[in-house]
């Protein structure tokens, strides 16, 4: 007869069992990570393949951006290369910095992301949705980077003059030429270009792309009989012609805004005008001669406008939604220093007090800056000034 086993005997090999449960179990918490950044990462190739590596940016930028989570910094304010230092523009929840020779992007906690030689000192950057378009009115080259990396570059006949991108990653330049005053060129998120406008008469003074990059708005003036003039043209990318031609007299327009709601923002040197997508005006907004002086715009295309009131002893600012519609009008004593518009916060410098106000005018806070501020921006809320020589967070 076989021999019983004995209950000691038979709890030994049950520890024995919890053993290798509890061991297969740390072994697998150990390789959880690295199993779901191969699945994660294999399906980004396979993204990129399908897509294009710009549409699939956002993405990679997050995984790549996971680092900087174990590494400690200084955190803001950061001090700037202020002999270099030419500008800083929000990108993705973070500061993008343009000095003469480089980029650098960076996050909400002041870590360096990527840097990116440049060419020219004179820079310029354009941004939306995470990306950023750079070009200068002295290279024929503009290139598109994520917060992470460099995605890709065209190369044009002649200098760019003004830039645009669209959400998915696409952008348009205009440029000049021997035989026309500008040429409008809009290229898809793999870099092809997909329409070309020749502008013969007037100077394409900005554009502005759709979210999806299949409509451009465009701003271009000319001079006729001593007057200015500025025709706005809305065009489909798939047509040579254009959907709407409106011309206005004794107005320049230095600023398109395509919005997220199909809107077309045109902020001028006298008047701002909200157009539908066929060009019919929906409101109009007029202001003294050369008084504008500030336009900001965020991704929806949430404008927002100030000029002089009063021969420069107040300034009126007024907010239009992405749908085209007036949000608020707010006039405060004296010039800003400088203005930021991001979402539904408006920030306004004057010396070393930043006030910001609320999508409908109201004043949320009061912000007291430790010197005088030479720049304001919003990144995800947040405030940001330029200032001593440094990017303060507020």
Sequence with gaps: MAEKKT?????????????????????????KIPLVILVVAAALFLSARLMGNVAVSNITDSIRQVKTIFIKNNGYPYSLETLSFRNVVPVGGGPLVIYDNSSLVMNAAADEIFSMSLDYADSKAVTRNGRALIYSPSSNEVILQSKTEKLGSVTEQNPVTVAALAENGGFATSHAADENQSILSVYNNRFKKIFQWNCSQEFITDISLSSNGKKVAVAASGVKDAEIYTRILIFDVGSSEPVADVKYNGTMFLRVIYTASNRIIAVGDNKTVVHNKKGEVLDELVYSEDSLIAVCADDSGNTTVCYEEFGGSKTGIVRYSGGGKKTCSIVIDGLPDCVAAHAGRIAVASGNKITVYSSKGNEIKVVETKNSV?????????????????????
Aim: charged letters at 25%; glycine letters at 6%; proline letters at 0%.
């Design 7 to 31: 209950s000691k005997e038979k709890k030994i090999i049950n520890l024995n069992k919890i053993r290798n449960v509890i061991t297969f179990k740390k072994v697998f918490r150990w390789l």
């Design 374 to 394: 030479a720049k304001v921006f919003i990144c995800s809320g947040t405030v940001y000034t330029v200032e001593g020589g440094a990017i303060h967070k507020y």
